[in-house]
């Protein structure tokens, strides 16, 4: 099958780019409000893109309407809004065990609702943003705006959201030696449809050695 992105409606290239770039990391984003609402969603269009300076950037779409006009401009959504007011947000790692309370975050929920008390989530004072980070997550990225690109004011357009990370908090149970314990984080990733996957199976497999030198075969690890 060949697919020209221009010739098929949204929803069928939607699913084709979710289900075959996979798996993607999940951005547990928490803003505040110009008013000072919490708010808590996931997002998986998600990755670290510099370390100089220290980026993440993740794409938040525009909501359809709720007037239905085929004119109509797509609504931002609680956590583009708040970025745009307050130049500030924090993102959270997601792991196994915080599958369900993240999941629940993801409704369409008013402006008003606390996504952390309805999820019965931990809301900890960052140190440097005003945003709280999710307690119960092992890993936090305090993140001022950099830049957001606008790709078109059409529903369900992307929005890139960049930020560059100005504090990290790293829970001590998954240091080792002063680094990170990589192995310890139970991660999941973001696969098509309703599904998810645990980061548990991986391979180990070094770089090629420029000066000819054979390097060791793939490595299956199952932690």
Sequence with gaps: MNVTPAEIPHRELY???????????IAWVSTLSATGQPNL???????CVSATPPLLAFSPALRAPQEP?????????????NIRETKEFVVSVVTCDLLEPMNLTSGE???????????KLTPVPSQIVRPPRVGESPVSFECKLYQILEFSPAPSAGN???????????????LRDARVDRNSL?????????????????????RPDVTGAVPPPPKNVRL
């Design 109 to 119: 929920y008013g402006a008003s609702v606390n996504e952390f008390e309805l999820a």
């Design 15 to 25: 699913n084709i780019l979710i289900s075959c770039v996979a798996p993607r990391p």
């Design 69 to 81: 006009n085929p004119a109509a401009k797509g609504d931002p959504k609680d956590t583009l809004r």
């Design 186 to 206: 139970d991660l999941i990733g973001r696969m098509g449809g309703i599904q998810y996957t645990r980061t548990r199976d991986r391979i180990e497999l070094a």
């Design 41 to 47: 969603a996931p997002f998986s269009f998600f990755n």
């Design 160 to 174: 890139l959201v960049i930020g560059e990370i100005v504090a990290i908090h790293i829970a001590d149970a998954h």
